[in-house]
């Protein structure tokens, strides 16, 4: 296959099931987050019918800074793990995030009804298809540019040619969601605002 996603630790879904099932019992979820409400629902039941479920994506999460930019892609450092939780809803999943505390320890972090869900969810499903994709070998991960407003799929090179950044939607003016943009033309395009 041409893209792998790396199995996500246990500890990790342990920590997002816990934090979600103290979710649950708030009713400020319901009101403010309606289809994060609805994820907690549905991930916290398949969980109580089988304690092994797990969410339907799972990616590890990398946070890359502007400032980052001059010292090349290899700044970015993994945060957490970014899981996808779908409801069922063409309006497209919640995502959630857990985070890495010390050099193994999962907590759950966020829970959020992000604009890039959708998109994410939909170019996860069609990139193994794509020829450029198909004809390498990539691991997949989420890249994270808070400054920029940037969420991109971050396909992993696994021979280590040249790694692969997919922006998605909503994407800011220098790059184009669902686009595939090689390192050096993704770190040019964010090198302005650097």
Do not use: C
Not at 144 to 155: F, Y
């Amino acid at each position: 296959m041409s893209v792998t996603i790396p199995i996500v630790p246990q500890e990790a879904v342990t920590a997002l099931a816990a934090g979600l099932r103290q979710l649950a019992v708030s009713p400020l979820v319901a009101a403010r987050l309606p289809r994060g409400a609805a994820a907690i629902k549905r991930f916290t039941t398949a969980r109580a019918a089988s304690p092994a479920a797990q969410p339907a994506i799972s990616l590890q999460y990398f946070v890359f800074g502007l400032s980052d930019v001059s010292r090349g892609i290899t700044a970015a450092r993994q945060v957490g793990w970014r899981h996808l939780l779908p409801i069922g809803d063409p309006a497209g999943p919640a995502l959630a995030d857990t985070a890495i505390r010390g050099s193994s320890q999962y907590v759950f972090a966020a829970l959020t009804e992000s604009p890039f869900a959708s998109d994410l969810e939909a170019r996860l499903a069609v990139l193994p298809g794509d020829p450029t994709v198909s004809a390498g070998s990539y691991t997949a991960a989420v890249l994270e540019v808070p400054e920029s407003n940037v969420m991109a799929i971050w396909l992993r090179d696994t021979a280590h040619n040249d790694d692969l950044f997919v922006p998605v939607a909503p994407a800011p003016p220098a790059l184009t969601a669902g686009r595939q943009y090689s390192t050096s033309q993704f770190l040019g395009a964010l090198r302005p605002a650097s």
